[in-house]
């Protein structure tokens, strides 16, 4: 078991995670998915509808990690033969195998409802359509000439799994959080919540 196992088995959390989980979208927060996932011991399948030379710089982040990929295009059975599904922001939640995977009884999660179950310490969420990177940053940025030590990320940066990955504690989290991601949450509660204009 390597280290990363080691340290995520002894994550506690309510949150149940099948033996076998489907990824959909390898962006930066894909790629950290399937390494939480794997890291949990979970077989991982991620699928993207853009072919594997175009994801090579994500797909070289997960050299040495077991996953099965599907590149180029989307296979139905990849959505109806799993019971929980990861998307990863900028995925549309009324994707129609999405949506036929939620009829037939899958769970769809976003990775911030994931990771959120994951973190104790205070998390601070900003979303609305405009100003959410501005207001985040600037958050950010007075949390850490106060308390030093504070995470910031979410929809810009440093995707939240990444906090739970790195394994270390944060005085606040700050995550931006956008409406896709909110599309996809179940009990997802920050300790404060910043809803800017809306248009």
Partial sequence: MTELETRNSKLE??????????????????????????????KVTVTDTKPADELKAHLSQLNGTSYVGRFG???????????MILVSPGVASDMPLLAEARARGARIVGEIELASR?????????T???????????LGR???AAFKDVFVG??????LIDYVL???KARHVIAEISSFQLETVERFRPH??????IT
Avoid: C, Q, W
């Fill in 13 to 42: 959390t309510d949150f149940d995670i099948p033996d076998r989980v489907l990824v959909v979208g390898l962006g930066k927060t894909g790629v950290s998915l399937v390494k939480f996932l794997t890291g949990l011991g979970r």
């Fill in 73 to 83: 295009t989307h296979a139905r059975d990849d959505f109806m033969n799993h019971e």
């Fill in 118 to 126: 994951y973190i104790k310490e205070p998390i601070i969420a900003v």
């Fill in 128 to 138: 609305g359509t405009n100003g959410k990177t501005t207001t985040t940053t600037l």
């Fill in 142 to 144: 007075v949390f850490t």
């Fill in 154 to 159: 979410g929809n810009i940066g440093n995707p």
């Fill in 166 to 168: 790195a394994g270390k």
């Fill in 192 to 197: 404060i919540a910043i809803l800017l204009n």
